[in-house]
């Protein structure tokens, strides 16, 4: 039995012009990069290469352009409207052209990639991490028998870092909110005081 190879329009081997189109974006080569992107367009597999745009964003590009999966999403989704008015013309193409010269001119990283090949594919070579302390707070039943309230939760479990607002901004609310609970506390404690003040009159 024969078996089946998969072509280009052109002739070309499929997984050969895959390799060259993720290879050319990694090194930011636009020509071949859309040459070989719009012979999979012109082949009828143009849904492997929004597959691909999708994967290189991860894989290739990551952490060092945010933004990028979501207009590549974005692109994507226009690109199907345009395709589903079936005009002779075409006009997804410029979408399709769009998402990889974007892809292209990005910059690059494989830190994603490499870290997913760390946690993943060699996970059994990693030590198993120890869990810190400021892990058992009151949501947690080791926390709960410890008697960790609030205190502990805003001192060390809601601790964060990298403030993405102004400092002023961020604790001015976590002290207020944090006061609040000490207040329900408090009330809480006097309340069951009172309850215990209570029972023992009874006797």
Same mark, same amino acid.
């Given at each position: 039995?024969?078996?089946?190879?998969?072509?280009?329009?052109?002739?070309?081997?499929?997984?050969?012009?895959?390799?060259?189109?993720?290879?050319?974006?990694?090194?930011?080569? $636009?020509?071949?990069?859309?040459?070989?992107?719009?012979?999979?367009?012109?082949? %009828?597999? !143009?849904?492997?290469?929004?597959?691909?745009? =999708?994967?290189?964003?991860?894989?290739?590009? %990551?952490?060092?352009?945010? &933004?990028?999966?979501?207009?590549? &999403?974005?692109?994507?989704?226009?690109?199907?409207?345009?395709?589903?008015?079936? &005009?002779?013309?075409? *006009? $997804?193409?410029?979408? +399709?052209?769009?998402?990889?010269?974007?892809?292209?001119?990005? #910059? #690059?990283?494989?830190?994603?990639?490499?870290?997913?090949?760390?946690? +993943?594919?060699?996970?059994?070579?990693?030590?198993? *991490?120890?869990? *810190?302390?400021?892990?058992?707070?009151?949501?947690?039943?080791? %926390?709960?028998?410890? #008697? =960790?309230?609030?205190?502990?939760?805003?001192?060390?479990?809601?601790?964060?870092? &990298?403030?993405?607002?102004?400092? #002023?901004? $961020?604790?001015?609310? =976590?002290?207020?909110?944090?006061?609040?609970?000490?207040?329900?506390?408090?009330?809480?404690?006097?309340?069951? !005081?009172?309850? !215990?003040?209570?029972?023992?009159?009874?006797?």
């Amino acid at each position: 039995m024969a078996s089946y190879k998969m072509v280009t329009q052109s002739g070309l081997d499929f997984y050969v012009c895959a390799s060259v189109f993720q290879k050319s974006i990694r090194r930011g080569d $636009e020509h071949l990069a859309l040459y070989y992107g719009t012979e999979f367009f012109l082949s %009828g597999y !143009d849904e492997y290469v929004w597959f691909r745009l =999708r994967v290189i964003v991860s894989e290739d590009i %990551g952490l060092v352009n945010t &933004n990028i999966a979501a207009e590549v &999403n974005a692109l994507y989704d226009t690109y199907l409207k345009m395709k589903k008015k079936k &005009n002779k013309h075409k *006009p $997804e193409k410029l979408q +399709f052209v769009h998402a990889i010269m974007l892809v292209v001119r990005s #910059k #690059k990283s494989r830190l994603v990639d490499n870290k997913l090949c760390y946690y +993943f594919d060699h996970r059994d070579k990693i030590d198993v *991490p120890e869990i *810190p302390d400021y892990v058992y707070d009151m949501h947690t039943i080791k %926390g709960k028998i410890m #008697k =960790r309230g609030n205190d502990h939760f805003y001192e060390e479990s809601a601790k964060i870092e &990298n403030v993405g607002v102004s400092e #002023k901004e $961020e604790y001015e609310y =976590r002290d207020f909110v944090w006061k609040l609970y000490q207040q329900d506390d408090l009330n809480k404690k006097t309340k069951i !005081d009172e309850q !215990d003040q209570d029972q023992q009159e009874l006797f």
